[in-house]
């Protein structure tokens, strides 16, 4: 894919400096027929937007929609109904200190907003930003990946039939265009990808003291007690890991499981996968592949951090790794210090000699970087004394994934893992200033 050149960028930047000076955007209709054009957009787009996610990810109509097009769908749908509410000024209690003055709470757009987004879901983690500075009163440029190119294409071409160049535009590349666009001033950056571009993101947002929201990843815990029920545990884990190929910055990414049902589970595990997959995972056609050749040899070299107790298979020609469970893994492996991204498990086996079991993954857990997503199965209270005692993004009790399907409730990381938060009235309050005004 071609990139996107330097004055281009420098271009398309000015033009949406000048739409935004002209106070278009501020008008809560225009906003709501902004979204109704994305959502018409969607529609039409849907069957180009899902062959692209097949000849990038092999991902299938039915998971490209579930976990992509529908998320879209639906954060439109709760901005459309009530945008104008979040946007109406509201009166706030005035002391007697200052009458007979009267307080309002005003919210105003940031501006000029860049929102780059990831390969493993580009069409949700480029969008869903994007429904929150449309419904904010924001212009926005897009850059999508160019590891998946014919997504990346498909969305540029839709953007550019539905919004002007001023007010949304698509700029393509590599790390090249990144750098460049990184250079502008922008008045809000919305960066979703790994902790060490993200770096790169802050610090150039420092120099101009742009406010940014970071989405990113990290090793998620899934931890799963004695008092599991196991069968559930399985088929929930199983589904979680081979979602996109375990390319989800919310897998579960490694295993604390009480030694008293590791048996279990490692049996109930390959039973599910067979029964989500068939005997035949390979001949699949749910099973997303790896994204590139350079993902395969990463994780299928992970292998030799452990011993596999279950799976193991690969096809450099495909892109494709079998789900695999690994055991005896040293801690300071790769395995257990990188972000995983794909379907490899660690299975790490802990007991309640001398230390609980609950203690023992709480001290696990808090001695490394703060992750994405935790994940419990067990008896719900011990479940929450363990939440309390430790932190993530967010998190399932006796569930993976599943907090990102609820578009009531914020989703984003905490210190390693990112800051700042979207989905609902939070993607509109990250592309908004609040304003005191007396």
Excluded at 278 to 287: C, L, Q, T
Excluded at 331 to 349: C, Q, Y
Excluded at 350 to 372: A, C, M, Y
């Amino acid at each position: 894919m071609e990139n996107t050149s330097t004055e281009r960028i420098i271009k398309i930047t000015a033009s949406q400096k000048e739409f935004f000076k002209s106070g278009a955007t501020l008008n809560v209709e225009f906003r709501k027929q902004m979204l109704k054009k994305l959502l018409y957009a969607l529609d039409k787009w849907e069957d180009r937007l899902c062959d692209a996610l097949w000849t990038d990810l092999h991902k299938s109509y039915e998971e490209a929609y579930l976990t992509e097009i529908s998320i879209v769908k639906g954060e439109i749908g709760n901005h459309l109904k009530n945008v104008s509410g979040w946007a109406r000024r509201k009166k706030a209690h005035s002391p007697l200190k200052l009458f007979p003055s009267r307080s309002y709470i005003v919210k105003e757009p940031l501006g000029c907003s860049l929102i780059i987004s990831p390969w493993n879901y580009p069409v949700q983690l480029l969008l869903n930003p994007l429904v929150g500075a449309i419904s904010a009163g924001c212009t926005a440029v897009l850059k999508p990946s160019p590891y998946v190119p014919e997504v990346s294409k498909i969305i540029e071409d839709m953007i550019a039939e539905t919004f002007e160049e001023r007010y949304i535009a698509v700029v393509q590349g590599n790390r090249d265009v990144n750098t460049a666009l990184l250079e502008q001033r922008w008045d809000m950056i919305f960066f979703t990808g790994s902790p060490a571009l993200a770096k790169t993101v802050m610090a150039a947002a420092a120099r101009n003291l742009t406010p940014v929201v970071l989405e990113l990843g990290g090793k998620s815990p899934c931890i799963i007690d004695k008092t599991a029920d196991i069968a559930v545990a399985a088929k929930r884990i199983a589904w979680g890991k081979t979602l996109n190929c375990g390319q989800t910055c919310i897998a579960p990414d490694y295993i604390l499981i009480h030694e008293d049902v590791k048996e279990a589970f490692v049996k109930a595990f390959a039973r599910e996968v067979s029964n989500l997959h068939g005997n035949d995972i390979k001949a699949d056609r749910h099973y997303v592949r790896m994204v590139s050749d350079k993902a395969f040899q990463r994780v299928a070299g992970y292998f030799k951090d452990g011993n596999i107790i279950y799976g193991g298979r690969t096809d450099a020609s495909e892109r494709f790794i079998e789900p695999t469970l690994i055991e005896n893994v040293p801690l300071d492996s790769p395995l257990m210090t990188e972000e995983i991204f794909g379907p490899v498990f660690p299975i790490i086996t802990l007991n309640d000699n001398g230390i609980s079991f609950k203690d023992k993954t709480i001290t696990f857990v808090t001695s490394r970087e703060k992750p994405l997503a935790f994940y419990y199965f067990g008896k719900e209270a011990d479940g929450w004394e363990i939440i309390r005692r430790t932190s993530s993004g967010g998190g399932c009790i006796n569930d993976v994934i599943m907090h990102i399907a609820n578009e009531n409730v914020p989703f984003g990381g905490v210190g390693n893992s990112g800051m700042g938060r979207y989905h609902d009235k939070d993607s509109f309050e990250a592309f908004s200033h609040t304003r005191s005004i007396i």
